[in-house]
Nanobody, 124 residues
Framework: QVQLVESGGGLVQAGGSLRLSCAASGRTFSSYAMGWFRQAPGKEREFVAAISRSGGSTYYADSVKGRFTISRDNAKNTVYLQMDSLKPEDTAVYYC?????????????????WGQGTQVTVSS
């Protein structure tokens, strides 16, 4: 069982940056592949980025590639999402997710555990 708590969301102007954090409970964080998803108002939840349990592999949605960076610190049981060059269309609730797996997972139904989400709002 893993519990996930996101933080770091907020209001930022277009072109700005935010770093989201997702703290995981438990002693086996390094056994879990992690991902970030987002859900904008009136839209379905979509994949943003994923990282393997070792941190050696990452994968990004085309819409954020080159602007967002996913990373993890297994000693701190935390996964991060650094978001740069933010756009109004990045406005959404951002969720982190975990699954007991070694490789990156990019599909929503591939994850077993979810955080409660953190709001990111980008003003134009």
């Amino acid at each position: 069982q893993v519990q996930l708590v996101e933080s770091g969301g907020g209001l930022v102007q277009a072109g700005g940056s935010l770093r989201l954090s997702c703290a995981a409970s438990g002693r086996t964080f390094s056994s879990y592949a992690m991902g970030w998803f987002r859900q904008a108002p009136g839209k379905e939840r979509e994949f943003v980025a994923a990282i393997s349990r070792s941190g050696g592999s990452t994968y990004y949605a085309d819409s954020v590639k080159g602007r967002f960076t996913i990373s993890r610190d297994n000693a701190k049981n935390t996964v991060y999402l650094q978001m740069d060059s933010l756009k109004p269309e990045d406005t959404a609730v951002y969720y982190c997710a975990a699954v007991l797996a070694s490789l990156v997972v990019t599909t929503e139904d591939g994850y077993d555990y979810w955080g409660q989400g953190t709001q990111v709002t980008v003003s134009s």
